[in-house]
């Protein structure tokens, strides 16, 4: 039945029966919502790293340059390869380290890469020389996120040295805030200072490049001070919120990505039958028990804490015992009597909305200690992604 019409949408017969539905019309609206909050004058890069937080980043790529994004931002060049493969044309901005080893390879495929020592500057320099081409490149600057960059008092002598390779465009510059997401701005604004005052220095010396950028989501939807040339929007374009506590979506986002199943098997289970390995869980009175095609290989996790129930007929469907390599084991005792009997092919849902019920990936992120980033981007590849809508 619903679980039938899922698995069509696969064509080829390949698919398994556990998917990701991925909503189109969500990600266009999510572009829409943070276009509305920068205006037409600055541009918008879309971080699509960690395979598109989990959605998949050949699907939802095309979608948000066709929605309105400019340009597009990976974590590695690995993750950029698929992209190009894929006939995306657009910028991409590598934002972490490039080796030199890679930057042949970077130069090959058009990207843009971060700098932040002249070691990288002079490998990408050479393989672009070596290619006759040019390749654009951004600084990374460290205003207080102690990750990677300059600090700001090196940038100035670095961009001067950057002036010998005549084969680098300095086209960008950018730091990252370490608490946006935080309802406490006050280092937010020391670290926005700091980079302000760079850009200042940098603009009186000439030295300035055109593109500076530093806000994320958080600070794109709460820091107007920081747009700048540019913002760097992740989270918010899959229309999770940056914090859920702190940092809530407003109102008009919408969570792309819903996780479904189909009920795999039905079963009895008598007073004293254990359930899955170690028999953790021991049956005390007459259950009905269902077995879902996932488990911890597909990102659904085992231990120390696990998703405590899915969603079956709209009702939840608390986890009996261990979860397994790639299956699960579920009680619906309570959906059968209230709700009639659940049957191989039904659909499960993980994450999304059924009937009245939602189980959000903020609240699975809640019930793992974790958050929504960390639940999405755990799902693994071998769970098919589906465009719809």
């Not at 969500?26 to 600055?42: D, F, H, K, T, W």
Request: charged content about 20%.
């Amino acid at each position: 039945m619903q679980g039938n019409v899922q698995v069509s949408r696969f064509g080829d017969g390949v698919g398994r029966p556990t998917w990701i539905e991925i909503q189109r019309e969500a990600l266009v609206e999510n572009v829409r919502q943070i276009r509305r909050r920068i205006g037409p004058e600055r541009l918008l890069m879309a971080v699509v790293k960690a395979n598109g937080y989990g959605h998949d980043a050949s699907l939802v790529a095309p979608i948000f340059l066709e929605a309105g994004a400019d340009r597009l931002a990976v974590a590695t060049l690995a993750e950029a390869v698929p992209l190009r493969q894929a006939g995306v044309t657009a910028p991409i901005l590598i934002l972490g380290y490039t080796p030199a080893w890679q930057a042949e390879a970077a130069v090959r495929l058009e990207l843009t890469a971060t700098v932040y020592d002249l070691e990288t500057a002079r490998a990408l320099d050479q393989a672009a020389a070596a290619l006759g081409r040019r390749i654009p490149v951004h600084v990374k600057v460290n205003t207080g996120m102690n990750r990677l960059g300059l600090l700001p008092e090196a940038v100035p002598p670095f961009l001067a040295a950057l002036q010998m390779y005549r084969h680098l465009d300095v086209e960008g510059i950018f730091t990252h805030f370490a608490t946006a997401d935080a309802e406490d701005k006050t280092f937010a604004h020391e670290q926005l200072g700091r980079f302000q005052r760079l850009l200042a220095e940098l603009e009186a010396a000439g030295l300035r490049p055109p593109l500076a950028h530093a806000a994320n989501s958080a600070a794109t939807l709460t820091l107007p001070q920081a747009h700048l040339d540019m913002v760097r929007c992740g989270i918010a374009l899959y229309g999770l919120d940056p914090d859920v506590d702190e940092c809530p979506l407003p109102p008009g986002f919408r969570p792309a990505l819903s996780w479904k199943a189909q009920v795999a098997h039905v079963m009895a289970l008598q007073p004293g039958d254990g359930v899955s390995y170690g028999h953790e869980f021991v049956a005390s009175r007459p259950m009905v028990a269902a077995v879902i095609p996932v488990g911890y290989a597909d990102g659904f996790p085992r231990a120390p804490l696990h998703w405590r129930n899915v969603l079956i007929h709209g009702a939840p469907a608390p986890i009996l015992g261990r979860v397994c390599m790639d299956q699960t084991i579920v009680d619906v005792t309570d959906i059968v009597a209230s709700a009639g009997p659940v049957r191989q092919g039904d659909e499960v849902v993980l994450i999304g909305r059924q009937g009245r019920q939602e189980l959000s990936a903020e609240e699975v992120g809640r019930r793992l200690g974790t958050i929504n980033y960390d639940v999405v981007s755990r799902i693994l590849a071998r769970v098919p992604r589906v465009l719809v809508g």
